[in-house]
């Protein structure tokens, strides 16, 4: 039985279910086994990715260029020595430039970040910034479902 166009979309539009792409291909799977994140990992993931989102909003204006950048997602490694910060750049062009401009502020980021969370979290990760691109992998797989 062919599938449908719009069962195809429909797929697609909850697999992701708001994770960036290389969580799905990478993340989601250590070696054979499911990685599952602890109640702490993911406590602190939810806390940081608020947290950052309010830095870049305050901060957009002066530090990104003038981009909206948003943080989908923040993954925590189990030591919570890491995190890994996916955000999502609007408008997409020099999108690049902007993710350069982000980690060249790193530390200054690192700091409101510690200024923010300190009395939660005893050592603040170091923070690592990725381009989410898994809207752009939907908006691909539409357009192409759409021919």
Excluded: C
Excluded at 35 to 60: G, V
Excluded at 77 to 97: G, M, N
Excluded at 119 to 125: A, D, G, L, S, T
Aim: avoid cysteine.
């Amino acid at each position: 039985m062919p599938l449908s166009k719009a069962s195809i979309r429909q797929f697609v539009l909850n697999s992701f279910d708001g994770m960036p792409l290389d969580y799905w291909i990478f993340g989601n799977f250590a070696g054979n086994s499911i990685h599952m994140e602890s109640t702490r990992q993911q406590k602190i993931s939810r806390l940081l990715q608020k947290e950052l989102a309010d830095i870049f909003q305050k901060e957009s204006r002066t530090l990104f260029m003038g981009k909206m950048v948003s943080v989908t997602i923040v993954r925590v490694t189990p030591d919570l020595a890491l995190a890994k910060s996916y955000v999502s750049i609007f408008p997409t062009e020099d999108r690049k430039e902007v993710l350069k401009q982000i980690r060249i502020a790193n530390p200054k980021i690192r700091g409101l970040l510690g200024r923010r969370v300190g009395k939660q979290i005893r050592i603040i990760p170091e923070l690592e910034f990725y381009i989410d691109d898994s809207l752009d992998y939907i908006d691909n797989i539409d357009r192409l479902l759409n021919k």
